[in-house]
């Protein structure tokens, strides 16, 4: 690899000359800048801007801590993160802790060491204590931890939406699929909002609690059949993420129930499955592309000294399509 | 945030210390060496990753050129992918080029400034030239770009399968939908089969090509839709990706026409849909998570010194589902 040195030998030139050149400091002639200029592009010279960012302090990179892309929710969040950082000269860092405790405290400190210039945080399963030192620009998906900023869809109406059409629609006996309830998410508005309208209501339900990235399959797909067998006469369910969502669709055709004449789905994200795959997913729309350019502006904003908000509150709604 | 000078005072040693210390160099009391320790922790101090790489010039990042993980495809690809870096300390910059040739040269250039170990392309818009100058550890996916080494399941076997599968279903018109032939992939090899296979039996074929990373849902739905229009005899279709095999699905459930009563579909890549949603897509299984080590291996190697495989051709098998 071309150095500093032998671009300064090409052109005929010292190295302070290339080093002026190419930081546009000082006086330099147009013929010099020339020849300097084609001396590297000629030796296919690259300045290292690893060692540049390590004088002016900045990588220019974002670290993005997820469950994991293969979850299209958060391929779709991860997508749309990465676009805006593009646009604004800044790469993402990706970092798939599979909501494995160890990886993730790992891939933090590994992100503290990388001197990253701000982490977006859409998994957490660590002890609130161990962000307590975090001591620079961070932005949580959808939990709230110390006074970091956050981004969140709101939860509550969401489930308020999705819950009033199963009842609307004649449900007699709704089921609830959320997340595991422990891990403290925003996301258990949905789960709140639920219950309260349920009991408004006098609505039966029956709740059950799953991993949060959904990719225990297995898992998943058991606990939904559990559910049906032991109430077989579950007619309405709300699942508070679109992906096991499909999971529900798969074990009710399995067991010859009809949707949505037999239960009636309603899920929540509004990824692009629910318009790609027969019938089509009536969801709670989040703005997720809205809410990647608020995560990454808000990482910028810290950056800048500018005071970010804390509270990023998107709205959603409901999108009714052919579950129900 | 703290500096090795803050460590040292509360310490009450040298810079130079810590240092060693650090660095576990040179001889430390287990008193001075406890001491500084605790100073460290006290002070949160994190030494300076991107500093100390910047002097062993290794930045443990390998960057991976995607044309987006929101394809499930890809999205499966790169957890993989940076599961196994992780597992060897690694971490995955990650660059979705959205198939934009200018983005995914400015992301070449983004890398080769950064100093990633090394470059794994997903995703090739560019000319071939463009990689001329490109002078470290580097892998191609379905791709042949000079000597780099390249990862490939073994297309050719894939299309036969596929084609082979529809004709003894008793298919008499396929249809054939493959990525833009233009790009030069070498997944393209399955349309070389598509078309040896219908050949040789004689059978009656339709071919549309697409873009690659069938992200243009309407693009995609409409050519799919003169397709069956013009040829409404179509009763058997192979698709290069499975992603876009849902497109079809859904165009063929709109229009009336049964799966796989009247029209009998397969995929390729196994992603994980295949198995979510009903019906369940026959198609063609690549082992991703083994590419995906392959790949990585692959730059490991290089940076090694180890020469690496050039051709890394991974086999392929049918998985007959509820499609066909």
């Given at each position: 690899?071309?150095?500093?040195?032998?671009?300064?030998?090409?052109?005929?030139?010292?190295?302070?000359?290339?080093?002026?050149?190419?930081?546009?400091?000082?006086?330099?002639?147009?013929?010099?800048?020339?020849?300097?200029?084609?001396?590297?592009?000629?030796?296919?010279?690259?300045?290292?801007?690893?060692?540049?960012?390590?004088?002016?302090?900045?990588?220019?990179?974002?670290?993005?801590?997820?469950?994991?892309?293969?979850?299209?929710?958060?391929?779709?969040?991860?997508?749309?993160?990465?676009?805006?950082?593009?646009?604004?000269?800044?790469?993402?860092?990706?970092?798939?802790?599979?909501?494995?405790?160890?990886?993730?405290?790992?891939?933090?400190?590994?992100?503290?060491?990388?001197?990253?210039?701000?982490?977006?945080?859409?998994?957490?399963?660590?002890?609130?204590?161990?962000?307590?030192?975090?001591?620079?620009?961070?932005?949580?998906?959808?939990?709230?931890?110390?006074?970091?900023?956050?981004?969140?869809?709101?939860?509550?109406?969401?489930?308020?939406?999705?819950?009033?059409?199963?009842i609307q629609k004649g449900c007699k006996k709704l089921a609830?699929?959320?997340?595991?309830?422990?891990?403290?998410?925003?996301?258990?508005?949905?789960?709140?909002?639920?219950?309260?309208?349920?009991?408004?209501?006098?609505?039966?339900?029956?709740?059950?609690?799953?991993?949060?990235?959904?990719?225990?399959?297995?898992?998943?797909?058991?606990?939904?059949?559990?559910?049906?067998?032991?109430?077989?006469?579950?007619?309405?369910?709300?699942?508070?993420?679109?992906?096991?969502?499909?999971?529900?669709?798969?074990?009710?055709?399995?067991?010859?129930?009809?949707?949505p004449d037999d239960v009636k789905l309603v899920g929540y994200?509004?990824?692009?499955?629910?318009?790609?795959?027969?019938?089509?997913?009536?969801?709670?729309?989040?703005?997720?592309?809205?809410?990647?350019?608020?995560?990454?502006?808000?990482?910028?904003?810290?950056?800048?000294?500018?005071?970010?908000?804390?509270?990023?509150?998107?709205?959603?709604?409901?999108?009714?399509?052919?579950?129900?």
């Amino acid at each position: 690899m071309a150095t500093i040195k032998d671009v300064a030998t090409k052109a005929g030139v010292t190295v302070t000359t290339v080093s002026r050149v190419f930081n546009n400091r000082g006086y330099i002639s147009d013929a010099t800048r020339k020849k300097v200029l084609q001396a590297m592009e000629e030796l296919n010279y690259r300045p290292n801007e690893l060692a540049r960012s390590f004088y002016k302090n900045r990588s220019n990179i974002i670290g993005l801590i997820v469950p994991t892309v293969s979850n299209p929710f958060f391929g779709q969040l991860a997508t749309c993160i990465e676009n805006f950082a593009y646009d604004n000269k800044y790469k993402i860092l990706i970092c798939n802790s599979n909501l494995d405790q160890a990886k993730e405290k790992e891939y933090v400190e590994m992100l503290k060491s990388n001197k990253v210039d701000g982490i977006i945080m859409g998994s957490h399963t660590l002890d609130v204590e161990e962000f307590k030192n975090l001591d620079y620009p961070i932005v949580t998906f959808d939990r709230k931890i110390y006074d970091f900023p956050f981004i969140r869809s709101d939860n509550y109406k969401g489930g308020e939406l999705a819950t009033e059409l199963l009842i609307q629609k004649g449900c007699k006996k709704l089921a609830h699929i959320c997340n595991n309830l422990e891990l403290n998410m925003l996301g258990n508005k949905r789960t709140e909002a639920f219950v309260d309208v349920a009991g408004k209501y006098g609505v039966q339900t029956v709740m059950i609690e799953t991993d949060t990235i959904g990719f225990n399959r297995q898992g998943n797909d058991l606990a939904i059949q559990n559910m049906f067998e032991k109430h077989p006469d579950i007619d309405g369910v709300f699942v508070s993420s679109d992906f096991i969502a499909y999971s529900v669709m798969n074990i009710c055709t399995m067991s010859g129930r009809k949707i949505p004449d037999d239960v009636k789905l309603v899920g929540y994200d509004d990824i692009f499955l629910g318009s790609l795959v027969k019938p089509y997913l009536t969801t709670i729309h989040q703005p997720i592309e809205t809410m990647a350019q608020c995560a990454v502006q808000t990482i910028f904003n810290q950056i800048e000294g500018i005071r970010p908000n804390v509270d990023n509150t998107f709205p959603v709604h409901l999108v009714e399509r052919e579950t129900t």
